[in-house]
């Protein structure tokens, strides 16, 4: 009993949910290190930093914050995977939100924390995924304006793009060798002026 529909393979299902280029290094790590420099600098701003130092109170709201973010993102990733679906699926967050909330907040103050965490984990995280899908396209497009795009249509590609009234000047290929050539023969006047100097 065969049906006549044609189901596509599971490779290409998973090539189609899911861009080449983004890893779970981009979805894990790169999050988890940003947590921990926000965490950082929440921890210069609490009231009781007085009391148990600046360098303490920052290193464990950094800790704090990466262990928190790594938590989201390690099981966002296997809910993802788990249920087979893209980076981009909302209810994959959800699902991590609550889970990582409910282990986190039962570890730091017991059933009813358990609660409290896992809905406020579930809000926020899906709040700053959804965030995160919608500005994509924004900050993709920034990012081109600033360093050039990838396809090598610009000609400073790869170069952190300047204001044109900055002093400092990226040079293409033809500059570069107009510039040496300049002082190549700056270089060799002077060489012979004070060799021409010497020998009077």
């Not at 290094?25 to 007085?50: N, S, W």
């Not at 464990?60 to 679906?85: L, P």
């Not at 709040?127 to 396209?137: E, F, G, P, Q, S």
Request: net charge positive.
């Amino acid at each position: 009993m065969a049906s006549d529909d044609p189901k596509p393979s599971q490779s290409e299902s998973e090539s189609e949910s899911e861009p080449p280029s983004s890893s779970w290094k981009d979805r894990i790590v790169f999050p988890t290190l940003v947590a921990g420099i926000v965490g950082a600098g929440a921890g210069l701003v609490p009231k009781h930093r007085k009391f148990v130092g600046l360098p303490t109170s920052s290193a464990t709201y950094a800790a704090n914050f990466a262990i928190v973010t790594a938590c989201y993102c390690g099981a966002r990733e296997y809910v993802g995977i788990t249920r087979k679906t893209g980076p981009d699926d909302l209810l994959n967050s959800a699902i991590a939100g609550f889970g990582s909330g409910a282990i986190l907040g039962r570890l730091y103050g017991g059933p009813v924390a358990a609660v409290r965490y896992s809905i406020l984990f579930t809000i926020a995280g899906t709040t700053v995924d959804y965030a995160n899908i919608k500005l994509r396209h924004v900050l993709k497009s920034y990012k081109e304006s600033m360093l050039g795009s990838n396809d090598g249509s610009k000609k400073n590609d790869g170069w952190l793009k300047l204001p044109d009234w900055s002093p400092i000047k990226v040079l293409d290929e033809e500059a570069l060798a107009a510039k040496q050539a300049r002082e190549k023969q700056l270089y060799a006047q002077r060489g012979l002026g004070n060799f021409t100097k010497e020998e009077s």
